[in-house]
């Protein structure tokens, strides 16, 4: 098994995190996994891009070359990152930001308003990802997530992975 998963974004919307959390949760689960980033020269706003290879086996290249999976939360990282994607490769974007043809377009920022607040869109964008890898317990995932966020909000990142996911079995089980 090997999935090449790119989500790109803005500096700001916590692409990088999201990656890092994935990779992460991945390595937990037993497989090989890397994680790569790069994004623009702004703190915030400037395109943003995080790679994760994830694979039952050695990994030989860091970088994603045909990606399964694409996610983009903002049109500027659509623009730069979108391409690549493999035969058979899904594109899911974020409804109210990203307009792109054959994705699946989904409300990552609406969700994650409804459950306390926009900013964590990523956390709810990552529920919805571990669901559709389904390569990982969601529970493993939430654990990874919630050593890698600020102690006073853990519950709300909770209350986000967990919207995502439902958000995943809602739209495509």
Known sequence: ??????????????????????????IKAGYQAVQTQSYGPEARGGAA??????????????????????????QPGFDKFGG????GGVVVIERELVRADTALALPFAKTAERVGHKIVSNMVMLGFVGALL?????????????????????????????????????NLT
């Not at 999935?3 to 991945?26: H, N």
């Not at 891009?49 to 903002?74: G, M, Q, T």
């Open 134 to 170: 389904a390569i990982f317990p969601h529970e493993l995932l939430e654990e990874m997530i919630l050593l890698n966020v600020p102690a006073g909000t853990r519950d709300l990142n909770r209350q986000a992975v967990r919207a995502g996911r439902d958000m995943y079995h809602e």
């Open 49 to 74: 891009r995080s790679e994760v290879v994830i694979s039952s086996e050695s990994i030989d290249y860091p970088r994603v070359l045909a990606a399964d999976l694409i996610v983009a939360l903002s």
């Open 1 to 26: 098994m090997k999935k090449e998963i790119r989500i790109c974004g803005f500096g700001g919307q916590g692409i990088v995190l999201a990656g890092v959390i994935l990779g992460e949760t991945a």
């Open 84 to 87: 690549d994607i493999a035969a």
